[in-house]
């Protein structure tokens, strides 16, 4: 049985589509949080995790869990749950456990690896939250919600556009440029996005009045997503000089009140304007913003013609985003649907996200990771909301990880006179030692001993050369490997 211990450890129905949530039933809804609860807060976990002498020592804590939950976790951890620390609600859970019987608190999957070596131990943690689902599918149907919307928004518009020949137009290049355009510009986005919460999961776009030099993460999302500024240029949408602006205004990490509304001003409100006046010559959009009546109105009036018209309920019944059953209450004169969420963005809020932190103690900076290492506390911190599976904003959860490895000081000192491996440079040792066959490697623990008994590297330089060569049978040693035994002294 595997070793667990407690151990210390630093819309109501009605005759319509239910596609917004009504004013008064948000506020509401508001109003209970804050009068009843002080405030909606949303489910958060946390765990914290370190190597330790009989296993992982992992420890799980959770601002809400009922009963069931409790019983379940005091089994899984066969241990009571305490009280979190600093006064928060709800509760704690500390355990050790074998490498492959990590718990899974909330439906998370997650693993962990030990791969000891002569010169010291490489580390590998996994973990990724959010219920199992099958991301293509998940992913599939967020794209034909999205299509479904697209469609809807173009029959409304075109019902709008009096002049027969404008019509005509409109339905042509809505159809073979603005409605495959939109899909491949999503498509594009998410894929960014993917890489983008891949490289770093809680990589935030910074609010506008902090100010400072891009970070390297920075730097990293607008090269993610400075493409599809190109795919906009490349797609006509707009012109390359706008496109350049558009890059330019925020090169240095911080763009001011002043630029923000002279880019809305100068860039994005002629760009609607142009694009509006290709179908209804004449016409005048307005300011893009909050203050814009006229706006406002048009996206009322959209929501009220999805709600009320046939030609809406005509797209519907065309689009695979409706089930069968919705289609068949449809067909029956019955419109108390739920439609989906364009692209699976919820209107009118959603679920809550689960905000999920790991903590993992390594006490030595992490050579692949797409955490936050703190070298003042030897840690690396994970940290992001995850959405229901039908409500992401991200093709799939992201996975937590982190690659490290923790130097034997005394063998590396005592051969070397100095640690020497470290970071990947010692898991690249590791994985070395591994791939040797059973007859070389008990000869290569043979010559550690040796090399330690004499204090000297000389005795390894033989079974290196040994193992030198392009064949399938040799194992050259990793560069920093040689390099610290040829470049010792006497070489």
Not at 268 to 277: E, F, L, M, N, W
């Amino acid at each position: 049985m595997p070793n667990r211990s407690r151990v210390p450890v630093g819309l109501s129905a009605s005759n319509s589509i239910r596609a917004k949530l009504p004013l008064n039933v948000l506020l509401v809804a508001l109003g209970a949080c804050g009068g009843l609860l002080g405030g909606c807060v949303n489910r958060q976990v946390k765990v914290e995790m370190q190597a330790g002498a009989e296993g992982p020592v992992r420890i799980f804590e959770t601002n809400r869990a009922d009963r069931d939950e409790i019983g379940r976790l005091s089994e899984t951890y066969e241990a009571a749950p305490s009280r979190r620390s600093d006064g928060k609600d709800g509760v704690r859970f500390e355990g050790v456990f074998a490498e492959r019987d990590l718990p899974s608190e909330i439906g998370n999957r997650n693993g962990w690896s030990t791969l000891p070596g002569t010169f010291g131990t490489a580390f590998l943690y996994v973990e990724q939250f959010g219920a199992a689902r099958d991301d293509w599918g998940a992913f599939r149907d967020r794209m034909n919600a999205g299509e479904l919307w697209i469609r809807m928004a173009i029959r409304f518009f075109e019902s709008r556009i009096e002049d027969e020949e404008a019509r005509t137009e409109w339905r042509r290049v809505a159809n073979e440029e603005l409605l495959p355009d939109a899909m491949s510009a999503f498509l594009r986005f998410n894929a960014g996005g993917y890489v983008q919460q891949g490289q770093r999961v809680d990589t935030r776009f910074r609010p506008p009045e902090e100010r400072g030099p891009r970070s390297d993460d920075e730097w990293f999302q607008l090269q993610v997503f400075a493409p599809l500024v190109a795919f906009a240029v490349e797609r006509s949408w707009i012109e390359p000089w706008e496109a350049q602006l558009v890059l330019l205004s925020g090169i240095d990490g911080w763009v001011s009140a002043g630029e923000r509304a002279w880019t809305r001003k100068e860039l994005a409100d002629p760009i609607v304007k142009r694009t509006v006046q290709k179908f209804v010559p004449g016409a005048d959009p307005g300011e893009i913003g909050p203050s814009n009546q006229k706006l406002i109105f048009t996206g009322l009036s959209f929501l009220w013609w999805v709600n009320t018209s046939k030609e809406a309920v005509e797209v519907m019944l065309d689009s695979p985003a409706i089930t069968d059953a919705d289609k068949a209450k449809l067909r029956s004169g019955n419109r108390s649907i739920d439609l989906p969420g364009p692209f699976g963005i919820p209107i009118g809020g959603g679920e809550q996200p689960l905000e999920s932190e790991v903590v993992l103690r390594t006490d030595a900076a992490p050579f692949l990771t797409n955490g936050n290492w703190d070298e003042s506390l030897g840690t690396v911190s994970f940290g992001t909301r995850i959405y229901p599976a039908d409500q992401r904003r991200r093709m799939t959860p992201p996975v937590f990880h982190a690659s490290w490895a923790v130097p034997d000081e005394t063998t590396q000192t005592e051969i070397f006179g100095a640690v020497v491996f470290v970071g990947q440079d010692l898991g690249e040792v590791v994985f070395w030692e591994r791939t040797l066959d059973d007859d070389t490697a008990k000869k290569w623990l043979a010559a550690i001993e040796a090399a330690r008994l004499a204090g000297s590297p000389e005795v390894l330089r033989d079974i290196l050369d040994r193992v030198e060569g392009e064949a399938a049978t040799n194992r050259p040693a990793p560069t920093a490997l040689r390099n610290a035994v040829f470049e010792a002294p006497g070489a």
